[in-house]
């Protein structure tokens, strides 16, 4: 523990802050690109985060108090996660609080708050988002885990810092499991951020919509609350990926040069990330919500299949 | 000389043999005292509850200490009770008194409007309950065990039929009693097994014989079978949807907080204290039945709309994950890895702790939810967080602890488990380390499908809007049961915050059994909980806390610091649509429905669908438990065929007695000649 690892985790988390919104700005902008749409300013969503805040919030005569509370745990969740996740630097001193399998109970958390939260206005639309967010929230949390396990065999660590330095450092070879891995582990976050084939981030068609259908009760401060956290929880998707697929150029201890260089590459890893997310979103349709289970439940046997690759082949 | 005990040599085992009496007494008090509701219910069951906390502070310190031993001469002439009390029996004590604390002090509110059954007699079925479950871990021979086994069988029979005058319930309790004595038969012959023909049925002996690998195997599996049918294992699990809801609410806390966790006690007895040496297959055998109990239990659970028949099958997925852990050490320590079997062990014990908590709590919330809406029914629930908001908020803990979540205690145990998944390549056996992932995959969806179900209970019940009237004429619960649940919560907090505390706890436990414990690895991490190594894994829940509490704290004042805060009520939006009534909320049915399409075959389905044209429609559909129908009618079938053959000898004539004893003379004659 010492100074600058302070100074990493403080620039990490705000980084994950301002970086969020901006790739979700991005891959919208690249979305309307590929859509021959005019592209809007890759500051948009600042600019409505900023409108939300102003606007007074309207919340239900009825709603409880968990109502009002949901929109700062799932905020402090996924702040938290991006926190924890290796995205600049692997000498971070929260990392040690949570592990792999912490984050993605941390990912739960903010799932079963933002359902009840739902819930609780007790419109029928609310209802309908909750219980299609935690059928999608049962299939691909295991499934992140094993995904995540899969890396950790690697490693021999649940540790999200040793998982990174590990992948890091070794020989330019490739792991047949975390191949595997890598194919369910972007079905995963499709489905856990709402993109494309699983749910659309633009869609406000009762029979399809999973996540805008649980906020349809949120205004104000609240809706831009929860609109931020999505687009951390989206960039802590991200970096997991990049952390565990692409690990190269993140600064380790003691580096105060890497921790500088590290924030030039990760941007350019999140930039083609985020046009590649892009382009799939376009090319691909929107699945029938009973497909879902299907997509998701390939997703997790992928995962599982690449834990017994890895057994399979030994280490 | 003084006639008064010497107190100042007291031991533990003293204190805990005087807290059994103490609660006996209590009991017996209550029959003097049959119809006074005052009396019975504001004295007795608080000075239960007090003995309750007595109890856990001695189990606390006793766990540390060497095993001590007392010979009762109490019982049949020759065959005294033997009495010992180990870091085993004192870490069950220890969840028995303090669930039993707190489940107390909520009767002493909960029984004061009665059952069915006189308060006096409630009382003495109570706590006579109470003391034989600490009896049965106190046992150190099979006689004192079985013993209190039984006594805790019977007075737990009559505390679920309470309301004997609804014949449901009467049912429920014949199949809860029927399940038991088939168990108990079981466990009576495993102690036969081990006692090797030597006849003395001491635990002392017992430890001492060296079976031969077939006649420890046999006694294992009896164990096994046995121990489940208390446990609720699959497929002898039926009788605890019926049992639970069926019992008055304190009672169903009781049975699955903490008498499902002495069958888990007699398991880890027999196959770890008993039995010399554990083999591989005993292990997959458990983590088998434990993970299909699992799988099965929360899968039901989800399905379900009676809150109590909810909670009683998440119990059975509880069990099952509980089964796995000890099933993974049974392996481990078949092949000598310690500290893996330490792990899982540690995994198993932490979560027996846990679940006693959490699931005593929320057995306790839908009582509360019963006394002040009178409904069991999760269709006819809703909305109750503005009405009693005390009983909302104390569930939403036991929720989600139950579900799994950081930093809650049901948390803690997941990560260890899973943890002790992790390590396990390495195992000799190279089919072992393929089942190893797809264990841990199905664990994790388990434990991923826990945390639908909870968001189901907690939702339909708690959120949205009544679907009833005279829901928002419900009374919050009163001070009695607020202390008993605030304990309770507590207890969720504890373990899930303080992990590293009490690891310390169960460490002289796991050395007991598999001679490797965590503590040493634990301490020394300040407020991480580190089960190998730091660089290996590590879980700070504080820091955790702190961290989430920190950015919502943070959220909430530079929000208005930069903005406002202003709030404007208005009616809910819902998309424009002004006739919004309670009625078009999802229903408990509907939130089951992903899960049973999901998992169709798991369920026996009848689904009546209406037609286009029906003038009035109507939708129906009940789900049944296969195991009914391949497992349970047809041995019913075949019993009774046997019961009527049998019954062809009954002619009730005399002469024709007295033929059948002729021949039975006859044909005695004839062995003993040749």
């Known amino acids: 523990m ?13 980084v994950a802050l301002l970086l969020g919104p901006l790739l979700t700005g991005w891959v919208n902008q690249w979305r309307a690109r590929l859509q021959n749409r005019t592209a809007p300013s890759l500051f948009l969503p600042f600019r409505t985060l900023h409108k939300l805040f102003i606007k007074e919030a309207v919340v239900a005569e009825h709603a409880s108090p968990l109502f009002r509370a949901a929109p700062y745990i799932v905020f402090g969740c996924m702040v938290l996660a991006c926190g924890i996740v290796p995205t600049l630097s692997t000498d971070l001193p929260l990392a040690p609080a949570a592990d792999a399998i912490a984050l993605v109970g941390l990912f739960a958390l903010a799932r079963v708050f933002i359902s009840l939260a739902a819930m609780d206005i007790g419109t029928s639309f609310g209802t309908l988002g909750a219980r299609r967010e935690m059928l999608i929230g049962f299939l691909a949390e295991p499934a992140l885990l094993m995904v995540l396990f899969s890396a950790s065999l690697i490693s021999k660590s649940t540790s999200l810092t040793t998982i990174v330095e590990t992948l890091a450092h070794r020989e330019l070879a490739i792991y047949p499991s975390l191949a595997f891995a890598s194919v369910a582990f972007t079905m995963v976050s499709l489905a856990e951020n709402a993109r494309v084939p699983v749910d659309n981030p633009t869609t406000h068609l009762e029979l399809t919509m999973i996540h805008e259908a649980m906020i349809l009760e949120y205004s104000g401060r609240h809706l831009a609350l929860i609109e931020w956290a999505a687009s951390l929880k989206l960039f802590a998707y991200s970096c997991i990926g990049l952390a565990l697929f692409f690990p190269w150029g993140v600064a380790e201890a003691q580096a105060p040069l890497a921790l500088i260089l590290a924030l030039p590459v990760l941007v350019l890893k999140l930039a083609i990330g985020g046009i590649a997310l892009a382009v799939f979103e376009t090319v691909s349709a929107k699945m029938r919500i009973f497909r879902v289970p299907e997509f998701l439940a390939a997703a997790f046997l992928l995962a599982v299949i690449g834990m017994l690759v890895h057994i399979l082949l030994g280490t | 000389m003084s006639l008064l005990p010497d107190f100042a040599h007291w031991q533990q085992l003293d204190g805990v043999l005087a807290v059994v009496t103490a609660w006996l007494a209590l009991g017996a008090t209550g029959v003097f005292a049959l119809r006074r509701f005052g009396f019975v219910t504001k004295v007795l069951f608080p000075l239960g509850g007090l003995l309750g906390l007595l109890l856990s502070g001695i189990a606390l310190t006793a766990v540390f200490q060497e095993p001590a031993t007392a010979v009762l001469p109490l019982g049949l002439p020759g065959l005294p009770f033997h009495l010992r009390l180990d870091g085993l029996s004192s870490f069950f004590l220890l969840v028995i008194g303090a669930t039993g604390a707190g489940v107390s002090v909520y009767a002493a509110g909960y029984f004061g409007r009665g059952e069915g059954t006189p308060p006096g007699l409630i009382c003495l079925e109570y706590h006579a309950f109470l003391a034989t479950m600490a009896l049965v871990v106190l046992a150190d021979d099979a006689y004192v065990f079985m013993v209190a086994w039984e006594t805790m069988a019977l007075s737990s029979f009559f505390l679920v039929t309470a309301n004997h005058r609804i014949p449901e319930i009467r049912e429920a309790g014949y199949l809860y009693l029927l399940v038991a004595h088939i168990g108990a038969i079981a466990i009576l012959l495993c102690f036969g097994v081990l006692q090797a023909n030597t006849g003395d049925y001491t635990f002392a002996n017992m430890r001492a014989q060296h079976l031969t690998s077939f006649w420890s195997s046999a006694a294992f599996l009896l164990a096994l079978f046995g121990f489940g049918a208390k446990a609720g294992l699959l497929p002898l699990h039926v009788w605890l949807p019926e049992a639970h809801p069926a019992a008055p609410s304190p009672v169903s806390a009781l049975m699955s907080g903490v008498m499902l966790k002495t069958a888990i006690y007699g398991i880890l007895r027999v196959s770890f204290d008993l039995l010399q040496t554990q083999r591989w297959w005993w292990g997959v055998l458990m983590l088998a039945l434990g993970l299909a109990s699992a799988l099965f239990g929360v899968v039901f659970a989800a399905a379900q709309v009676d809150m109590k028949r909810l909670l009683a099958y998440s119990s059975i997925e509880n069990i099952g994950l509980l089964c796995a852990g000890i099933g993974l050490a049974v392996v481990f320590s078949s092949y000598g890895m310690k500290p893996l079997a330490a792990l899982a062990l540690t995994a198993s014990l932490y979560h027996v702790a846990s679940h006693a908590f959490f699931k005593s709590l929320l057995f306790l919330s839908t009582g509360s939810v019963l006394h002040a809406t009178g409904e069991r029914n999760l269709g006819r629930l809703g909305g109750l967080i503005r009405f009693t908001p005390w009983i909302a908020w104390v569930t939403l803990i036991g929720v989600l602890a139950s579900a799994g979540l950081p930093p809650f205690s049901g948390f803690v145990s997941e990560w260890l488990l899973l943890q002790s998944f992790l390590f396990t390549p390495g195992l000799p056996d190279s089919f072992l380390n393929m089942l190893i992932p797809v264990v841990a995959a199905l664990i994790a969806l388990v434990a991923a499908l826990a945390g639908y179900t909870m968001v189901k209970f907690f939702g339909i019940i708690f959120l949205g809007q009544p679907r009833e009237e005279k829901l928002q004429r419900a009374r919050d619960a009163g ?50 909980l580190v089960p190998v190594a730091v660089d290996r894994a590590s879980y700070g829940p504080i820091i955790f806390l702190l961290g989430v509490a920190a950015c919502f704290l943070l959220a909430f004042l530079v929000v208005r610091l930069l903005y406002h805060g ?10 424009g649509y002004p006739w919004q009534t309670a009625r078009m909320q999802d229903t408990a049915e509907g939130f089951g429905q992903p899960i049973r399409q999901i998992f169709e075959p798991f369920f026996r389905m009848t689904r009546e669908l209406p037609d286009p044209g029906d003038e009035a429609p109507r939708y129906h559909v009940t789900i049944a438990d296969h195991f009914w129908h391949w497992l349970y009618l047809p041995i019913a079938a075949v019993v009774e065929r046997a019961a009527r053959l049998i019954g062809t000898l009954q002619q009730g004539r005399i002469a024709v007695y007295l033929l059948y004893s002729f021949i039975t003379l006859l044909a005695m004659l004839v062995l003993v000649r040749s």
């Open chain 2, 479 to 528: 001070p009695w049961e607020r202390g008993g649940m605030a304990w309770l919560v507590m207890g969720c907090i504890a373990l899930g915050l303080q992990p590293e505390q009490f690891i310390q706890i169960i460490d002289p436990v796991t050395r007991l059994l598999v001679h490797a414990g965590l503590g040493d690895n634990v301490a020394g991490h300040g407020w991480l």
């Open chain 1, 2 to 14: 010492n100074a600058l690892a302070f100074a990493s985790q403080a620039l990490e988390i705000l």
């Open chain 2, 566 to 575: 202003r709030v404007r009520r208005a009616a809910p939006w819902d998309c």
